[in-house]
């Protein structure tokens, strides 16, 4: 797993009454960096897709919230953007418990500007893949990086999977000139 930038910048603002909101576009690897920073942390992950958490969440009373959400004081809500009035519902959480710290993520934005942290999460970088291997990874990864772009799924690939990629990307460029 590629260690990500924006996961040190986020956990110094942990705990600090401010829910933190990670955008960014989908597959960029906001649930994973989430899941990541979560496990530290002896939290509680949601998938706000699923019917029964949308429900749970859907009204604005932080008792019933807080009973759903559980006794931990740290909490994920993935893809949160999917519940109605999610802005009002976060405002209510943290004005009634200032000490329980939310992460939410989301591929669109909700409106929410009271008490928040907001961060972008994008592809990889080039510092994220040189990471602590140095400047001979990036050269080594370039021009895969450069046709086949830094979407972590993607790079991540092992490179049988990352040929076959390439194979029906230059057969779609190659047949899209007759």
């Known amino acids: 797993m590629i260690n990500r930038i924006l996961k040190n910048k986020i956990e ?26 979560l496990k530290d942390y002896n939290g509680n992950y949601f998938n706000c897709e699923i019917i029964s958490v949308k429900d749970a969440l859907s009204k604005a009373e932080p ?5 759903f959400l559980g006794d931990s004081n740290f ?3 993935d893809e949160a953007q999917t519940i109605e009035n999610i802005g009002l ?32 999460l994008c592809p990889l970088s080039l510092a994220e893949i040189k990471g602590d291997k ?3 990874e990036v ?6 990086s450069m046709i086949l772009g830094l979407y972590p799924e993607i790079f991540l690939l092992d490179r049988e999977k990352q040929l076959i990629i390439l194979k029906y990307l230059f057969l779609v460029i190659y047949l899209k000139m007759f």
């Open 12 to 37: 110094k603002e942990l705990f600090k009454g401010k829910i933190i909101i990670v955008y960014g576009a989908r597959q960029v690897g906001k649930t994973t960096l989430a899941k990541d920073i």
């Open 63 to 67: 008792k019933i919230i807080k009973n």
């Open 75 to 77: 909490v994920v809500l």
């Open 89 to 120: 519902i976060l405002k209510v959480l943290i004005d009634t418990y200032p000490d329980l710290q939310i992460i939410a993520t989301g591929s669109s934005s909700f409106d929410l500007k009271e008490r928040t942290k907001v961060f972008t």
């Open 134 to 136: 140095g400047i001979i």
């Open 139 to 144: 050269n080594r990864v370039l021009e895969k």
